[in-house]
């Protein structure tokens, strides 16, 4: 499935119909657990295009905010490459909030 095909996919009653249901399940965002916006995304665990529109189990898939959804993806980028990725960041994020906090 090309990126057309999957934006197509999205658009399809069969999308619609399993994303509202996994809606009835949550309310929040599962990273940042804010509650989710009007534009949220269903989001695929799964980055098989061949797996693209296998909607039968909803563990496959998470809601997320738009911004957070964007973030996941970059993230996944690097983390494939390297998962020492994720200790990089939060070093960077524990000097931000020491840094910010300093009086």
């Not at 509650?35 to 563990?59: C, E, F, G, K, T």
């Not at 998470?62 to 996944?76: A, D, Q, R």
Request: hydrophobic share 35%.
């Amino acid at each position: 499935m090309n990126g057309k095909q999957r934006a197509e996919f999205r658009k399809s009653a069969e999308w619609r119909k399993f994303k509202a249901k996994c809606r009835l399940h949550t309310s929040k965002d599962f990273i940042t657990k804010e509650p989710l916006q009007r534009s949220w995304n269903l989001h695929h665990l799964d980055l098989n295009v061949q797996r693209y529109s296998a909607i039968d189990d909803m563990n496959r898939f998470m809601p997320l905010n738009s911004k957070t959804h964007e973030v996941i993806h970059e993230i996944f980028k690097w983390y494939k490459k390297d998962r020492k990725v994720l200790e990089r960041i939060a070093v960077v994020l524990e000097k931000m909030e020491v840094y910010t906090n300093e009086l």
